[in-house]
């Protein structure tokens, strides 16, 4: 009874926070301007990213001008996400030099530089370093990036970090980032949250050398009613029960992670697929026929 009383509150907070936002949710001395322009018009304007649990924040610092809705918009951020990763937020009493916790999916920051891109419209992404953490991790583990390329990024000698070291791992466009990259899956809510929560243990196994992609058919039962009990579960002999895959429809770019719980039955109907997808899964990536081409991902 007390959890649910919990939840109701929290409910009724993130309700007020949303209403709320549509106000002008200035800092005191605020200018006039758009979002991107008024975010970063200084040559030396950085960002650092911090990663907990495998989720990855960029760590906002607000200055004069800078509004929740200004934010919101830069960064495609849902205010609700706002409130819940920052508890201290306070919609009305916002402060110059406040830092502000913002979730990013991993795409949004920049790895590479484009061809033809200049310095003065990227704003460089730190991240500063934990203690016993390594080279390694950070660059294969937490950024997906080669080991020499960090090396030669931040002009180091050998793999060895100390405590407190700032390493540059990439770059995010003074123009923000766009929306479509939360629109990946398809998915909200619930099964959003829990394609999320198997991204994490998806990259909680990945090393940087141990994964693999299979290219293939996936089958699905149409006549199966769509249900918000019909979670991210899929079958598959190709890889261990337990284990979590990513599925890529390549028609429609979307993509999920979802559990394998059983091996593929075989039959006539699942013949030559690789993996077999509840309507819930099926529908998320945009599969429209019973029989469709994804591509999986897992790791050995």
């Not at 990227?122 to 950070?138: D, F, G, Q, W």
């Not at 075989?266 to 819930?280: D, Y």
Request: aromatic share 10%.
């Amino acid at each position: 009874m007390k959890h649910s009383i919990n939840i109701f509150f929290c409910f009724i907070y993130l309700a007020t926070a949303m209403s709320q936002s549509d106000k002008l949710l200035t800092l005191q001395k605020t200018t006039k301007g758009t979002a991107n322009t008024l975010m970063w018009k200084n040559e030396g304007d950085s960002l650092f990213v911090d990663v907990q649990n495998g989720h990855k924040y960029l760590m906002h610092n607000l200055k004069a001008g800078q509004t929740l809705y200004s934010i919101k918009k830069f960064y495609s951020v849902d205010i609700t996400d706002l409130y819940f990763n920052n508890s201290n937020l306070k919609t009305n009493d916002l402060k110059i030099g406040q830092v502000i916790r913002i979730p990013v999916v991993s795409e949004a920051i920049k790895l590479y530089k484009e061809s033809g891109s200049k310095d003065s419209s990227l704003i460089p992404v730190y991240y500063k370093i934990r203690p016993s953490e390594t080279l390694y991790r950070i660059s294969r583990v937490f950024f997906r990036l080669p080991v020499d390329i960090v090396k030669s990024r931040n002009h180091l000698i050998s793999d060895n970090l100390e405590k407190g070291q700032v390493l540059q791992i990439g770059w995010i466009s003074k123009t923000g980032i766009p929306d479509s990259l939360y629109t990946f899956n398809g998915l909200t809510g619930i099964l959003g949250e829990e394609s999320q929560k198997n991204k994490y243990k998806y990259e909680e196994r990945y090393n940087g050398i141990n994964e693999e992609v299979i290219n293939g058919i996936a089958s699905w039962d149409k006549s199966m009613d769509l249900s918000s009990k019909n979670k991210l579960y899929v079958m598959s002999s190709k890889v261990k029960k337990g284990s979590i895959v990513r599925l890529e429809n390549p028609m429609t770019q979307r993509y999920l992670y979802a559990k394998v719980v059983a091996s593929k039955p075989e039959n006539s109907t699942t013949r030559e697929s690789i993996v077999i997808l509840t309507p819930t899964v099926a529908r998320a990536l945009g599969g429209l026929d019973s029989r469709f081409h994804v591509r999986m991902y897992f790791c050995k």
